[in-house]
T-cell receptor, first 111, second 110 residues
Framework: DADVTQTPRNRITKTGKRIMLECSQTKGHDRMYWYRQDPGLGLRLIYYSFDVKDINKGEISDGYSVSRQAQAKFSLSLESAIPNQTALYFC??????????FGPGTRLLVL | GESVGLHLPTLSVQEGDNSIINCAYSNSASDYFIWYKQESGKGPQFIIDIRSNMDKRQGQRVTVLLNKTVKHLSLQIAATQPGDSAVYFCAEGTGNQFYFGTGTSLTVIP
């Protein structure tokens, strides 16, 4: 969905490196989310934010941090990347009671 | 955590036939359910949703059925087309957080 963009789309990094994934949205939604997707597993919530001053941990937040720079921007950082963080990462936005809308994803490979 | 599962991991249908994809959920408190379609290399795309005060909702070529008694959700796709080939997964939630199923891979045979 062009309303939610993610950069980069693909990234290869080495163990121990710090990396940042960025998400921007033009939908005007207050709520933003970061998920990871692994083969055979459903989307799992890493962090979510209901507004610029509200940040909440999801079920798998260890090893990740986030920054909500503005209503439209929500970044995910891996402080020290490890191989089991290799996954597809999705950003999503929502304006309840409507569903979440997802970005195109970032494919991350940690060597 | 919640458990959202699918009965079948893969489904193959002939072009023009109807497809039915099933989903089981476990949280009786969930009041909002969504079906997403995910094509290879893309993010999940919203298809249709339904709230717990309904048992059926129709969209364009798609119908979602909700059976709260047995905690079961299904997605019916009418006259399945090659462009419907994708992974479909359901999500359940209460509006603040959602739990996602692992998905069913639908293949449409021309």
């Amino acid at each position: 969905d062009a309303d939610v963009t993610q950069t980069p789309r693909n990234r290869i990094t080495k163990t121990g490196k710090r990396i940042m994934l960025e998400c921007s949205q033009t939908k005007g939604h207050d709520r933003m989310y970061w998920y990871r997707q692994d083969p055979g597993l459903g989307l799992r919530l890493i962090y979510y934010s209901f507004d610029v001053k509200d940040i909440n941990k999801g079920e798998i937040s260890d090893g990740y941090s986030v920054s909500r720079q503005a209503q439209a921007k929500f970044s995910l950082s891996l402080e020290s990347a490890i191989p089991n963080q290799t996954a597809l990462y999705f950003c999503a936005t929502s304006d309840p009671p409507r569903p979440q809308y997802f970005g195109p994803g970032t494919r991350l490979l940690v060597l | 955590g919640e458990s959202v599962g699918l009965h079948l991991p893969t489904l193959s249908v002939q072009e023009g036939d109807n497809s039915i994809i099933n989903c089981a959920y476990s949280n009786s408190a969930s009041d909002y359910f969504i079906w997403y379609k995910q094509e290879s290399g893309k993010g999940p795309q919203f298809i249709i949703d339904i709230r717990s005060n309904m048992d059926k909702r129709q969209g364009q070529r798609v119908t979602v059925l909700l059976n709260k008694t047995v905690k079961h959700l299904s997605l019916q796709i009418a006259a399945t087309q090659p462009g419907d080939s994708a992974v479909y997964f359901c999500a359940e939630g209460t509006g603040n957080q959602f739990y996602f199923g692992t998905g069913t891979s639908l293949t449409v045979i021309p």
